[in-house]
């Protein structure tokens, strides 16, 4: 066993071998390190830059969870040089105000320089810099990039800053800590518990010998955007993406210019998993997206992917570590098994997002609690392709023919429901032509039609039929006959069920460290699937009166479109944070243990940061949620790509005069841009106050027709 004794004579030995400080057997091991730091920053510091910028946005938010705002251009920040000529690699969040105006300052060089932003990597959230007027002659500072594979845990890293140096002789600041993980946030990062914060965001993590490991940023496992990861500052949970990789793709970004910037986009597959478990299922895929890299490679549904890249994988989270890395325009290899062979596709390149499909239309809501075979509808879309091919309310869809199959496939027989028709036709892009079976109402025949499926409209329905039920929840489709045992069983009298408790109940979770309100209508009926309202209360609207107005408002609506609203409190004096998501999802899976709760209408509501609590679970919890309703509230940085097995739409709400109405805006463009169904209420004459229905603003109603609408196809 080696004591902190024979450490001790070691120690000077392995210092002088790393960084070349001379030191006697004296010194102590605080001395030793000082010096061996010391040593380090100075070897990089002529590559850490000081970044001021100025103008753009005032406030962004934070990414630190609802209501969380970050003040930005009020001070400098960090980058590090990546060439001899001028380009400097810094992080997103440093620009995530979009500045005016940006100015670095050099080591070695007595004036400022301009600086233009030409490319942008948006899957590690690097920004690239590059300084114009260079004087002549100068060669900048370059440094040693340290080899992935030489990064190991527990080895010293030291975060460099150069924020708060007054003069650029004088060293960056620094924060000492370990590299406690590698290969995070899906494969792209370092992590390391030195202190990291806006104060060396864009700054190098070092080693001792003064090599980068990589670069400073706020990074998160679930959320994307420039401020994601915030959160964590100062945590002992900080992230470097590798210098290493970097340099692999600085050629690609290098070709920027400030009127055309190169953006570098995560590589995009384009399949979804048959399971959303992440860590325990096979990686077995769902769907292919139409037009995507895995459809042009020829990859199909039920393929078991066996090897990526050559390593055997057994999960999804494995293949997500390898992908997670790779850029549009990457290549990568794949074995998968189908049909018990073995295929190997040895070159796939990868695309990205954009080419993702909207949400495919067929224009019909279904019947729900309907226990029999098929889907029946409940309404008709007026012009849409169901409008077009003539179905009607009362008649029920049987089969569906999936487009592209090879000849003679049999057409799918809907034995699911809704559930399973829904399924079938995310996966089949707008635009496409398919075939329904369907069995008329009017006259009890059986006839196929082909149709063009349509984008899902932003629009929601001006009157719905109130039969949305067949009051059949609790049935089973194709119950046994019963034997002698289940015969006896049924012959003996059963005791009454306990009727459900209605009205406003009050509620604590298992712990008891958390309390929430359930609404539940005086006519609740548990043969019938209920839609859940999640009520995320803004700022000062906590307490049991709150709740109570709020449901006054909302109570009619629940008794005529069989709604439940669950209200979560936070006590927190700023709002809602992140952490409280696990108790608010608790709520609901309560609730929903209790009541009869349909899974397609579960929709998160909320005004201010209670909107912007419900936009942060709505991408989380996007297995659960399917709808996202905000008054006022805008997005953070937790925007994520739309996935075809897990719908997720959106109800923004907005007053003509509040002033977070731009902030909507950009909100409704930026859920568009990744082809989410939005639709965006503007109401002229309020301002920062929630729709309570006073006459002449319709609001209220139309978001309750869009809850009752949220099970379309």
Known sequence: MRTAASTLWILPTLVVLLTGVSVSRG????ALQEKAVKDAVRRVAPSVVKIETSGGTEVVKSGRGPGAVLRKGTGPTTGVLVSTDGYIISSAFNFANKPTSILVSIPGLKERLVARVVAQDMTRMLTLLRVSELPAGTRLNVPVAVPRKEVVIGMTAIAVGRTLATEMEDLPSVS?????????IWGKAIQTDAKVSPVNYGGPLIDLQGRVLGILVPASPQAEGETAGFEWYDSGIGFAMPLEDVFAVLPRMVKGTEKEPVTLKRGFLGITWRSTDMYEALPIIGTVMPGSAAEKAGLKSGDQVIEVEGKPVINTGQVQHVLGRRYEGDFISLKVLRDKKEIELPRIELGNADTAYPEPFLGILPIRD?????????????????????????????????????????MVTIQRGREQLHNVLAAIPPGIEMSLEVKRKANDKTETVKLKLDTMPDRVPAKLPENSTARKALVRPGPKAPDKKDKDKEDKPKAPAAKPETGLLKRTSPAADNTYWVYVPDNYDPNISYGLLLWLHPLGKNKEKDFDDFTNTWANFCEDNHLIIVCPQSDNPRGWTPGEADFVVEAVRMVASTYTIDQQRIVAHGMGVGGEMALYLGFKERSLIRGVATVGSALGSNLRERQINQPLSFYLVVGGKDPVKPAVVQTRERLQQLKYSVILSEIANNGHEYIDGRAGIPTLEELVRWIDSLDRM
């Open 27 to 30: 010194d102590d091991l605080d």
């Open 176 to 184: 000492v800590g370990i590299v406690s993980a590698v290969d995070r």
């Open 370 to 410: 309907d226990p029999d075979p098929g889907v029946e509808i409940r309404f008709v879309y007026p012009g849409s392709p169901a409008d077009k091919v003539g179905l009607k309310p009362g008649d029920r869809i049987l089969k569906v023919g999936i487009p592209l199959a090879p000849p003679g496939t049999p």
